[in-house]
């Protein structure tokens, strides 16, 4: 079984500071897992994904995160959030073409 | 590339109504996904397709909730009669090995 927690319902980052949202997994077997973000009254768009390799994956729109074993944690990060960047974060665990979501977290990024 | 399709992007319809959703995957990917995204949660896997058969329903409410995906293409998913927990919005993905790719969604009110 695989399943996925973010803990935070909701994140506040001013512009041009660090973004990190978190999530946590729990998986039987090695996890594949993914960041996805959705706008309002949009589909989901995928950011990133791991399945094996570096721990450090790199995604699209300066997203990346990073994939921590023993801590069992594959958190979003950003260098420097824009205010473009506020939307409705997903993580999602992977097993066998089969997505569990998290309940999402908010990001709101203030000029 | 194309991407996913969907149709109706809004429904409102009064409970116990019927209703049907449409979905057109992008051209070539097998495997295809129906979604449940109430408000405030993350989208729960109704179910997924492979060509046209059937791999995971166990999600989905058999006495009130129908899909089909002739040709192994498009699908629809059905909803017969409808109640006001069905709320929500609808999502379509597919995918080519690992990464799924949503439609629009199709957004429900049952009143």
């Known amino acids: 079984a695989q399943s996925v927690a973010q803990p935070e319902d909701q994140v506040n980052v001013a512009e041009g500071n660090p973004l990190t949202v978190k999530c946590t997994y729990s998986?039987?077997?090695?996890?594949?897992l993914f960041w996805y973000v959705q706008y309002p009254n949009r589909g989901l768009q995928f950011l990133l994904k791991?399945?094996?390799?570096?721990?450090l994956v790199k995604g699209s729109y300066g997203f990346e995160a990073e994939f921590n074993k023993s801590q069992t944690s594959f958190h979003l990060k950003k260098p420097s959030a824009l205010v473009s960047d506020s939307a409705l974060y997903f993580c999602?665990?992977?097993?066998?073409?089969?997505?569990?979501f998290g309940a999402g977290t908010q990001v709101v990024v203030t000029p | 590339e194309a991407g996913v399709a969907q149709s109706p992007r809004y429904k409102i319809i009064e409970k116990r109504q019927s209703v049907a959703f449409w979905c057109n995957p992008i051209?070539?990917?097998?495997?295809l996904y129906w979604y449940q995204q109430i408000l405030g949660q993350g989208p729960k896997l109704l179910i997924q397709?492979?060509?046209?058969?059937?791999?995971?329903d166990s999600q989905l409410p058999k006495d009130r909730f129908s899909a089909e995906r002739l040709k192994g293409v498009d699908s629809t998913l059905k909803i017969q009669p409808a109640k006001l927990e069905d709320s929500a919005v609808y999502l379509c993905?597919?995918?080519?090995?690992?990464?799924?790719?949503f439609g629009p969604g199709t957004r429900l009110l049952v009143l």
């Open positions: 999602a665990g992977s097993s066998w073409g089969k997505l569990q």
């Open positions: 397709f492979q060509n046209n058969g059937v791999v995971d």
């Open positions: 051209s070539g990917h097998a495997t």
């Open positions: 998986v039987s077997g090695n996890p594949y």
């Open positions: 791991y399945i094996t390799g570096d721990n």
């Open positions: 993905a597919s995918s080519q090995q690992d990464r799924q790719y």
